[in-house]
């Protein structure tokens, strides 16, 4: 009766061991996936936050794109580029500068990275900043109704957007296109 109890005592303590060592394991493993995952949404996070820095650098230096921006002239009334709209030629290996006029997101709410800063990005504002982005899906005219999908760094999938919200990030009629009086 005391070998049985033994023994009992012996696998009951060898189990608790045995837990201990796994639940350290699992610990672990859990806290490596969590650094590897805070790791790549800090990457992401300053690869995305540099596509819109980009942006804003184009957006500034072209007085077409800053004037659309800040509202002072209106789009229709000035030539515009955008691909794939009026002939304009769509190319998948460039960077074109995604832009909204009016209260919009600027990514898709899902699916998004797991930050304050991606959810910030997925919430609607008057005027979101402008982001570099390229176009993943070749379009084939009036079959897509004008959307085509965009790729970025501040998105984990692509998303479709309108060629209407996509702009060359230079405007040929940046030379000779005539501003107000305030206007630099």
């Known amino acids: 009766m005391n070998s049985i109890l033994d023994n009992l005592i ?3 303590i060898l189990l608790a061991i045995l837990a ?3 639940s350290l394991g699992g610990f672990e493993a859990w806290k490596y996936n969590q650094e590897k995952h805070e790791k790549l949404i800090a990457e992401k996070k300053a690869n995305c936050q540099e596509e819109i820095n980009s942006a804003y650098s184009f ?11 800040l509202k002072f002239v209106d789009e229709n009334k000035i030539a515009v580029q ?25 990514i898709p709410s899902q699916p998004r990275y797991d930050d304050d800063y991606f959810v ?17 899906s ?5 079959a897509n109704n004008g959307m085509v999908k965009v790729s970025t760094q501040c998105s984990p999938d692509e998303f479709e957007v309108s060629l209407n919200n996509l702009y060359f990030y ?10 107000p009086s305030f206007f630099p």
Request: charged share 20%; hydrophobic share 35%.
């Open 120 to 136: 910030s990005l997925s919430n609607a504002k008057d005027v979101p900043p402008p982001l570099m982005v390229f176009i993943k």
């Open 20 to 22: 201990a060592v796994m």
């Open 59 to 69: 957006v500034n230096r072209s007085k077409t794109l800053n004037s659309i921006r």
């Open 82 to 106: 955008h691909p794939g709209v009026n002939g304009e030629p769509v190319n998948t290996s460039i960077n074109y500068i995604l832009m909204y006029t009016k209260p919009h997101a600027l």
């Open 138 to 142: 070749s379009y084939n005219g009036m």
């Open 170 to 179: 230079f405007q040929k009629g940046d030379d000779n296109v005539q501003f």
């Open 10 to 12: 012996k696998n009951k």
